[in-house]
């Protein structure tokens, strides 16, 4: 596994997808901060669930979490019950194992919501990879949504790195 993971995000109403290659170990004091309330927070919790951020001071979301064996996991963000984003994260150690988590992604997000052209922002030229869709989020919340999936990934892929390794996560 690199250093690095690939992020794609689809916004409504905008057919490009922004891409971004990001450091699995954040570079600054704050990314890292933010990865560590994600660590925190994941520890002990089972391969599925849905609860209330509890680190959050403002905001009231709630995190679904779905991860599979062999690295793949499915985790949409909820405010009032309405989904702010969802995203597929791909550890690359599974190919099995990320297709099928694609499929999910694919047939419950993309295809209803942005058409089937939006499955290109699961084609990622290496792994580990996430691939976001913005759902009910307003713009100016992009950067904070984007945070947290990136922190996220970041917590996640490290851990499956070391799983994958041998080591201890």
Known sequence: M????????????????????????????????V???????LADKPTEFRLILPFL?????????????????LCTFYEDDSPLASAVLLSGIDPDADGQMCALF??????????????LALHFSAYPAVALAMLAAEPER???VQLFYASLASVYFRQMSALSAGLPS
């Open 106 to 119: 694919e047939a419950a997000i993309l295809d209803p919501i942005f058409g089937p052209e939006a499955k």
């Open 2 to 33: 690199t250093g690095m993971f690939h992020m794609h995000t689809l916004s409504p109403g905008n057919e490009v997808i922004q891409r971004q290659e990001l450091e699995l170990q954040p570079g600054n004091p704050q990314g890292e901060e």
């Open 142 to 144: 992009f950067p904070t």
């Open 57 to 73: 001071k403002r905001d009231e979301i709630e995190m679904e979490w779905a991860a599979a064996p062999g690295g793949a996991a």
């Open 35 to 41: 990865c560590q309330l994600f660590q925190r927070f």
